[in-house]
């Protein structure tokens, strides 16, 4: 548990301390270093000189502490405010959200699991505002990442809708849809229902739809919720399948971030909308150069059905402007391969045709502490998607060029000249190992108005 007082509640406590101003010659100088003095019961975190990013630096250095620490223990966070006194709501937010971040307890199937230790972080300012609303936030980040870790063979597209349906009827004031195949097949979602053809779990779709002012333009989220992704029989290599339960982030990542402002009673209109398939292979699994009707009427000829994400994407774009009757759109998706070379873990790619909502979606992953990175979307890179001799578009284009660029060609058309601006998660939404819950801070910070 996390709480936040003005007092120590325990015995330990760590306390940051630039190394200029380091008296206790036993003190490890190194920086980022942690020495612990018994006799003052007090671990020192040491800081040198902090050039760039305060928020980056401390979060990197206390997740390292934190990963391995057993202890109760009480954070000195006013101590942290030192390292730079005019950073102070960034260095409030890098030490409250990395320790939830950092304490919750992953999701784990081993035999003997760990509790976490309590956390108590002091701070004599009054910060219980902010506090809260992180709480918040973190919530629903470490339950993307819960989502995010469950193994795709438990983590099936009807569990998956069902558990979010199940948090997000606790919260008031959403309204929680989930629609079956039928109900899809109803809709003529026929690219969801290409990419699920194959498998014997029935596809999901679950509509979130939170009002906190009808009044504002309402802002349509779509993410990609592909439970497992075995590329069909464009089949992946073995050492790619690796991570391909991490396909879903988008979807978890969109429907976590409503439940999130639902929860804080943001003054905002906002709908979500996660498509919930795995993509197979198998009797009835579509066949390369196939040629599909997506929901709002395209024809769209499958040159790899590899690249499945763009199609159940373009089907909740449609469902978005066409049934929600949205102003603008936020997709999330680990789309491509292609973003992980051009900027790797370290930035999410981010499209748009439209300066103003790019412009938007910027100040809110700064103010979230998430590091975007634009890249072109031009008329181009659409005409290479025109590819086909037998449908209105390809779902891949024929060369390795602007592949990311390419794929976000392939929504934007879909967006109906909407507002429309395309996350591509594919190197952020895990490290590897682990969900990372990339992108829910950004979106909750966009619409928290």
């Given at each position: 548990?996390?709480?936040?007082?003005?007092?120590?509640?325990?015995?330990?406590?760590?306390?940051?301390?630039?190394?200029?101003?380091?008296?206790?010659?036993?003190?490890?100088?190194?920086?980022?270093?942690?020495?612990?003095?018994?006799?003052?019961?007090?671990?020192?975190?040491?800081?040198?000189?902090?050039?760039?990013?305060?928020?980056?630096?401390?979060?990197?250095?206390?997740?390292?502490?934190?990963?391995?620490?057993?202890k109760d223990l009480n954070i000195d966070v006013d101590s942290f405010f030192k390292i730079n006194e005019s950073k102070i709501d960034g260095i409030f937010d890098a030490v409250v959200e990395t320790a939830m971040f950092e304490n919750h307890k992953i999701i784990s199937y081993k035999e003997k699991t760990v509790d976490k230790p309590n956390i108590n972080l002091i701070c004599k300012a009054d910060k219980s505002a902010r506090f809260n609303e992180t709480a918040i936030k973190m919530e629903f980040v470490n339950f993307t990442r819960d989502l995010q870790d469950t193994p795709p063979n438990i983590a099936t597209s009807v569990t998956i809708a069902d558990k979010i349906a199940t948090k997000a009827k606790e919260i008031k004031g959403l309204k929680v849809t989930v629609l079956n195949k039928k109900?899809?097949?109803?809709?003529?979602?026929?690219?969801?229902?290409?990419?699920?053809?194959?498998?014997?779990?029935?596809?999901?779709?679950?509509?979130?739809?939170?009002?906190?002012?009808?009044?504002?333009?309402?802002?349509?989220?779509?993410?990609?919720?592909?439970?497992?992704?075995?590329?069909?029989?464009?089949?992946?290599?073995?050492?790619?399948?690796?991570?391909?339960?991490?396909?879903?982030?988008?979807?978890t990542i969109m429907l976590s971030s409503v439940m999130a402002l639902a929860k804080a009673q943001a003054k905002t209109n906002v709908m979500a909308i996660g498509l919930f398939t795995d993509n197979r292979i198998g009797g009835h699994a579509t066949l390369v150069e196939s040629v599909i009707t997506s929901m709002n009427g395209k024809t769209v000829e499958i040159t790899n059905t590899d690249a499945e994400g763009r199609l159940v994407l373009a089907d909740g774009i449609t469902y978005a402007v066409r049934e929600a009757k949205v102003d603008k759109i936020i997709d999330a998706a680990t789309l491509t391969g292609a973003i992980v070379i051009a900027l790797g873990k370290w930035q999410t790619g981010v499209f748009s045709t439209n300066d103003q909502w790019y412009d938007e979606v910027a100040k809110a992953a700064q103010a979230g502490h998430e590091p975007i990175w634009r890249q072109p979307l031009l008329e181009e890179h659409l005409k290479a998607m025109q590819c086909s001799p037998v449908a209105d578009l390809?779902?891949?284009?024929?060369?390795?060029?602007?592949?990311?660029?390419?794929?976000?060609?392939?929504?934007?058309?879909?967006?109906?000249?909407?507002?429309?601006?395309?996350?591509?998660?594919?190197?952020?939404?895990?490290?590897?190992?682990?969900?990372?819950?990339?992108?829910?801070?950004?979106?909750?910070e966009l619409l928290n108005k």
């Open positions: 548990m996390i709480f936040l007082n003005d007092k120590k509640q325990f015995e330990l406590t760590l306390k940051a301390i630039k190394k200029s101003e380091v008296k206790n010659t036993l003190v490890n100088l190194d920086d980022e270093s942690v020495t612990l003095i018994s006799e003052e019961k007090t671990i020192y975190m040491v800081f040198d000189e902090i050039k760039g990013c305060t928020y980056k630096k401390i979060s990197k250095a206390l997740a390292s502490f934190l990963k391995a620490n057993k109900q899809i097949e109803d809709l003529k979602m026929g690219l969801l229902l290409s990419v699920n053809a194959g498998s014997y779990v029935e596809p999901r779709v679950v509509v979130l739809e939170y009002i906190g002012d009808p009044k504002k333009e309402k802002i349509g989220l779509v993410g990609k919720g592909i439970t497992f992704d075995s590329g069909g029989y464009s089949l992946k290599p073995s050492n790619f399948m690796e991570g391909m339960k991490f396909d879903m982030s988008g979807a390809a779902n891949s284009e024929p060369g390795r060029n602007a592949g990311s660029s390419t794929a976000a060609a392939f929504l934007d058309s879909f967006a109906e000249g909407k507002p429309f601006v395309h996350l591509d998660i594919a190197g952020t939404a895990d490290d590897g190992k682990r969900g990372t819950g990339v992108m829910v801070k950004t979106i909750f």
